[in-house]
């Protein structure tokens, strides 16, 4: 059984390691929070697609903790080595299990490529095993690639501006330098590939492979989530290859909703609020944005992060008495205090005085940073960070 200290290892906003009783600590975080709530009549047996990081993972405990629904999980993990440690949703994951167990909470998480033909199969197996239906799907992956199982052709998502080089403000915040940088606009195929990978065509997939498994339940819902932002990031963001995925992806919503009707199901996509993810780490001049957010956000006492979002999404919006609330495209927003006025107006204000210089006193890029380690498990209180990590068992 290998053994070793596990510090973090950044390059370029990526963490290559994972602390495992870091990764549990934070899971556990967010079950308590999601236990001290009032409890939500919603879910009962849930399926959640992307359920080990970020807005997946606080689905899942969402509906578990604050709703007591079974869930059956779907993510793609790296397993530890004898040399390195998983993934943070291999981590997230095993305490998720753990803890649902030990409340009495059916769990069961499947590790696999959520793309594919044979883990829906497997899924859908599992429901018929287990729940006989299952009357929410979350549908939360944000994935670089995907393999479509129709053609054996891998797709590349790409984030770039679409018909114009973007130049922009960026940060490395472990070295808390502000640069510029410029991405060339989209090259051939990369709408329809970053369309392939992050668009509706598998959340429909799914959809359309449980209804005619029989496993969907009368009155089911199903969520997917996409983003909108502020215009310093629109160029890369919703006018750019991904924001053409997000278009596709709100479009299959509204299909999937009228194909729900017949069993009194629905459909949303909700436009969630920009918050650290490893997806959104990667994303090059949202990190900026995000630490000039949290900033306002945090002084005017309404900065929420994943759990208390997705609290809201089932508290305020997908489990109301009568319709859920949506904006005019039948979207729901939880992005509202995000994108209120008042906010976005003192972005824009910051977003043109940041620098290497004023970094530390026009963003939260401490809080950034604290969030973005403790996705894998890092600078977490309370954890012995000297004792060594049983990797392989
Ligand atoms: N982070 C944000 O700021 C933000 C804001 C609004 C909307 N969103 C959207 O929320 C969704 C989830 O993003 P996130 O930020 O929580 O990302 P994340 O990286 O934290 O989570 C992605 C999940 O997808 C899983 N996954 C990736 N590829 C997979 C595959 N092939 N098979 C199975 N599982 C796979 C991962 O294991 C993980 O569980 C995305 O659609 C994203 O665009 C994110």
Redesign the pocket.
């Known amino acids: 059984m290998a053994s070793i200290q596990v510090k973090p290892m950044i390059i370029n906003n990526v963490c290559l390691t994972t602390h495992p009783d870091g990764c549990a600590a934070m899971v556990n975080e967010q079950i308590d929070w999601s236990k001290a709530q009032k409890k939500i009549d919603g879910p009962k047996n849930a399926l959640i697609?992307?359920?080990?990081?970020?807005?997946?993972?606080?689905s899942r405990i969402a509906a578990a903790f604050s709703s007591g629904a079974g869930t059956i999980?779907?993510?793609?993990?790296k397993l530890p080595t004898a040399k390195k440690t998983g993934?943070p949703?291999f981590y997230?994951n095993a305490e998720f299990d753990k803890k649902s167990q030990e409340a009495g909470i059916y769990s069961k998480t499947l590790?696999?490529?959520?793309?594919?033909n044979d883990?829906k199969e497997e899924v859908i197996s599992l429901i018929k095993e287990k729940f006989e239906k299952v009357d929410l799907i979350v549908?939360?992956?944000?994935?670089?690639?995907?393999?479509d199982p129709a053609t054996g052709i891998l797709h590349k998502s790409t984030l770039k501006p679409i018909g114009e080089t973007f130049a922009a403000k960026s940060v490395d915040f472990m070295k808390e330098i502000v640069k510029e940088f410029t991405i060339e606009p989209a090259g051939e195929g990369d709408v329809e590939n970053t369309v392939k990978v992050?668009g509706g065509e598998d959340w429909e997939i799914w959809i359309n492979m449980l209804s005619e498994a029989g496993v969907l339940a009368e009155g089911v819902k199903t969520v997917?989530?996409?983003?909108i932002?502020p215009e310093v990031t629109a160029t890369v963001y919703r006018k750019g290859t991904?924001g053409k995925a997000?278009e596709n992806?709100e479009a299959t919503g509204l299909k999937l909703d009228e194909k729900l009707k017949p069993i009194g199901g629905r459909a949303f996509v909700?436009?969630?609020?920009?918050?650290?993810?490893?997806?959104?780490a990667y994303i090059p001049v949202?990190s900026l944005y995000?630490s000039i957010l949290f900033k306002i956000m945090k002084a005017k006492g309404n900065h929420e992060g994943?759990m208390e979002q997705i609290y809201r999404l089932y508290d305020e919006r997908l489990y109301v008495e009568g319709e859920t609330p949506v904006d005019s495209e039948g979207r729901i927003r939880i992005?509202d205090l995000e994108m209120r006025e008042d906010i976005q107006a003192e972005v824009s204000v910051l977003w043109d005085k940041v620098s290497t210089e004023t970094l530390s006193e026009v963003t939260d890029i401490i809080g950034y940073r604290k969030d973005f380690l403790q996705?894998h498990g890092f600078d977490v209180e309370g954890i012995d960070y000297g004792k060594d990590v049983v990797l392989e068992d």
């Open positions: 697609i992307g359920c080990s990081t970020g807005y997946g993972l606080s999980g779907v993510s793609f993990e993934s949703g997230n590790n696999g490529d959520a793309y594919s883990i549908y939360s992956l944000a994935s670089p690639v995907r393999m992050m997917a989530y996409s983003y932002g991904i997000k992806l909700s436009v969630n609020k920009a918050l650290v993810t490893r997806a959104s949202v995000i994943c992005d996705l």
